[in-house]
T-cell receptor, first 116, second 113 residues
Framework: DGGITQSPKYLFRKEGQNVTLSCEQNLNHDAMYWYRQDPGQGLRLIYYSQIVNDFQKGDIAEGYSVSREKKESFPLTVTSAQKNPTAFYLC???????????????FGPGTRLTVL | AQSVAQPEDQVNVAEGNPLTVKCTYSVSGNPYLFWYVQYPNRGLQFLLKYITGDNLVKGSYGFEAEFNKSQTSFHLKKPSALVSDSALYFCAVRITGANNLFFGTGTRLTVIP
C-alpha cells in the first residue's frame, strides 16, 4: 500500500448522516483519486484531482464531495444524498510525469463504509 | 468509449502449473493497460503495465502479460503458480490524455495446493 494511508479502516454511519473519509499520501504525487468498489462491479471513479485546489467529477460523483487544500490530502465526504453508500472506498495517487494516462496509480488500503 | 472485459469470474489452477488470467479491451485510441492484484480487505497492488514498445511486459512477483493489438487482449500469465498468488486480479485501461482508469470486474484466482 506504499505511502498512502486511509482512515478509518471501517466506518459505520446512520442513514441521513454525512461522513468524511480521510486519504493522505507522502509520495509527493500531484494527482489523487477516489474510487468506489462494489462486489462484481470492479472499481468506479468518483472524483479526481490533478493539482491542489482543483478537482473533477468522475463517473459516479453524485452524492459525494471532495476538497484538495493540500497536496498530501484528498478527503472524501459521503453525503446523505448518496442513495447507496455502503461500499469499499479506495484512494489512489500518481505522479503526473510524461504523457497523461501513462502514470501508475498507487492505492491505499481502503475504507469499508457501512450504512446502518 | 473505453471498456475492459475479464471473461472469467473465477480461475482455479494447481500449484506449480502455469496460470493465465484473461483481459480484453475496447478503446478509441492507443491503450495503456494495467494489471493490479487485491488481497482480502486490502487496497490494490500494482503488478505491471503496458505503455509502448515490447509486447511482453514483465512485472512483480514473476507475473508477465502480453499485449496483443490484433486480438485487443492483455492476458496476465505466470509460469508456475503459488498458493500465495490466490487473490482478486483486475485489468484496467486508459487512453492518451485521459485521467480515468477503467477497470474490469475482476477475476478471482485460486491456486490449489
Amino acid at each position: 500500500d506504499g505511502g498512502i494511508t486511509q482512515s478509518p479502516k471501517y466506518l459505520f454511519r446512520k442513514e441521513g448522516q454525512n461522513v468524511t473519509l480521510s486519504c493522505e499520501q507522502n509520495l509527493n504525487h500531484d494527482a489523487m483519486y477516489w474510487y468506489r468498489q462494489d462486489p462484481g462491479q470492479g472499481l468506479r471513479l468518483i472524483y479526481y484531482s490533478q493539482i491542489v485546489n482543483d478537482f473533477q467529477k468522475g463517473d459516479i460523483a453524485e452524492g459525494y464531495s471532495v476538497s484538495r487544500e493540500k497536496k498530501e490530502s484528498f478527503p472524501l465526504t459521503v453525503t446523505s444524498a448518496q442513495k447507496n453508500p455502503t461500499a469499499f472506498y479506495l484512494c489512489a495517487s500518481s505522479a503526473t510525469t510524461g504523457v497523461v494516462g501513462t502514470d501508475t496509480q498507487y492505492f491505499g488500503p481502503g475504507t469499508r463504509l457501512t450504512v446502518l | 468509449a473505453q471498456s475492459v472485459a475479464q471473461p472469467e469470474d473465477q480461475v482455479n489452477v494447481a500449484e506449480g502449473n502455469p496460470l493465465t488470467v484473461k483481459c480484453t479491451y475496447s478503446v478509441s485510441g492507443n491503450p495503456y493497460l494495467f494489471w493490479y492484484v487485491q488481497y482480502p480487505n486490502r487496497g490494490l497492488q500494482f503488478l505491471l503495465k503496458y505503455i509502448t514498445g515490447d509486447n511482453l511486459v514483465k512485472g512483480s512477483y514473476g507475473f508477465e502479460a502480453e499485449f496483443n493489438k490484433s486480438q485487443t487482449s492483455f492476458h496476465l500469465k505466470k509460469p508456475s503458480a503459488l498458493v500465495s498468488d490466490s487473490a482478486l486480479y483486475f485489468c484496467a485501461v486508459r487512453i492518451t490524455g485521459a485521467n480515468n482508469l477503467f477497470f474490469g470486474t475482476g477475476t478471482r484466482l485460486t491456486v490449489i495446493p
